[in-house]
Each structure stands twice: as structure tokens, then as C-alpha cells.
């Protein structure tokens, strides 16, 4: 079937960050696969408007809802991966399957706690809160190399400060949110983290897992969490098998 007929991949990223951090996924993917990828920006990310005014998961469900194809294999990453899991609740009909990269979810009170915290520093100063994130994504003996390191950071460091705030604060307070939700979710799902994610934790996979019937996950030796710059290979070959093994089943 050709490319253009086919459900396409549709991509979400995290807080702070913008749709080119799936650049090296979208090229390993691309040697994969025939099928269309349309990587978005989120809310008050990238090319998008600053974000004003209330900010909450379904708020951000219906922005990106309005830019999605009729219908979409959706992948969401970090923050994405909860927008990700509030389309599939609110927009079931458009989301073929589901694939949450470096989840978080039902986050006990140590580790809202965290979030919380870092969310205060990036309030308090933006800038040290950035490098910080940069640290713990990137840490001494990372294999990702330099320049991927600076365009992260720079990405992180173009964002509006207030569009950032709002986007954190839905990062701390989404898996709550939709947490009593995921029993709901009936697609196809795929739960992806790295091995050494200190905040999207294998741990939070298995519950994300334990909470969706049916779905499955998969911890990628010796990564972190920026799987989509760390390890875009692995990634892409995962998704590639799900996505082709789902839609084999589903017919698309």
C-alpha cells in the first residue's frame, strides 16, 4: 500500500522542547517505513502562539486535536505521552494505536514531590532550571554528541517562559488527571522507556501497562530519557513493529 494511503504516524513531544527532536527518529523511521510521519509542535512550543490563559491536559488534547489527520498512529513522548492518552480518551475514533515514549504515570507523592520542585526552580530561574534538565538528560559519559547536546539546549532555552510554566504544570499534574481515565483506552498500545530514566521510570511503565488492557512495554537497555536523540534507532525499530503488527491486525 502506498505511503500516502496509509494512517499516517503522528509524533508529540515534551515540555520545552519542539517537533525537531524527532529529526533522527524521523530518518531511522523513514528507512523503515513507507508510511507518512507528521511530527506537531505542542501548545505554546515551536511554531505555535505563546499560550494564554488556563492551561490543563484536555485544554491541550483539543489544541492538538484540531491539527491531527481524520486519522492517526499517535506517539507522544514525556508530556506528549499524556496528550497522547487524553486523545485516545476524548478522540478514540482518530487514534488507530497508541505509543507513549517515556511515560510518566500515577506518580507516587515522592515523586510528585520532584516534579513539583523542579517545577518551582523553573519558575524561580528559568535558565538554571534548563541546564539542570540538560544535566539529567545528558549526563558526563552520554552517548549523544555535542551538537545534538546544544540544540536541545537551545530549543529549551527559545521557549516563552509562561507558554514553558503552563506546559510544566500540566506535566505535574496530567497523570493524575488522566490516570483514572486509562482503562478507557482501547487501541492498540506500545509503552517505551529507557532503562535509566529517572523520572519516566521503567517502574511507571509497568503501571502505565498495568493499567491498559492489553497494551505492552518495552525498557531500551542503558538509555534515558531522551530515547528520540538518545537511542532514535532502537525507538523507530520498536515502533516500526508495533505499528506494522497493529495495523496488519486492524487492516489499515
Known amino acids: ?82 496528550v497522547a492518552q487524553a486523545l485516545a480518551v476524548r478522540q478514540g475514533g482518530r487514534v488507530a494505536s497508541l505509543v507513549n515514549v517515556s511515560s510518566v504515570c500515577r506518580r507516587t507523592a515522592a515523586e510528585r514531590a520532584a516534579v513539583e520542585a523542579r517545577l518551582e526552580q523553573a519558575a524561580a530561574d528559568f535558565s538554571v532550571s534548563a541546564e539542570a534538565s540538560i544535566e539529567r538528560w545528558y549526563p558526563a559519559g552520554t552517548p549523544v554528541g555535542p551538537e545534538a547536546v546544544e540544540r536541545t539546549r537551545e530549543v529549551l532555552l527559545g521557549n516563552d517562559v509562561e507558554s514553558f510554566l503552563a506546559a510544566y504544570r500540566v506535566f505535574a499534574a496530567g497523570d493524575a488527571e488522566i490516570g483514572p481515565e486509562l482503562s478507557r483506552i482501547r487501541q492498540p498500545v506500545l509503552n517505551v522507556t529507557g532503562e535509566l530514566d529517572p523520572g519516566s521510570t521503567p517502574d511507571m511503565t509497568r503501571r502505565l501497562t498495568e493499567q491498559i488492557a492489553g497494551s505492552r512495554a518495552v525498557v531500551v537497555p542503558g538509555a534515558r530519557h531522551m530515547l528520540p536523540v538518545e537511542a532514535p534507532r532502537a525507538l523507530a525499530e520498536t515502533i516500526h513493529h508495533f505499528i506494522e503488527e497493529s495495523s496488519t491486525e486492524h487492516h489499515d
Not at 10 to 27: E, N, P
Not at 43 to 67: K, M, S, T
Open 1 to 82: 500500500m502506498a505511503g500516502q494511503e496509509r494512517t499516517p504516524l503522528v509524533l508529540l513531544h515534551g515540555v520545552g522542547l519542539d517537533r525537531t527532536v524527532w529529526d533522527d527518529f524521523r530518518t531511522e523511521y523513514g528507512r523503515l517505513s513507507g508510511r507518512d510521519v507528521l511530527a506537531l509542535d505542542l501548545p505554546g512550543h515551536g511554531e505555535q502562539p505563546p499560550w494564554r490563559g488556563p492551561a490543563g491536559l484536555a485544554a491541550f488534547a483539543d489544541d492538538v486535536a484540531g491539527r491531527l489527520p481524520p486519522l492517526a498512529h499517535l506517539v507522544g513522548f514525556s508530556l506528549g505521552a499524556l
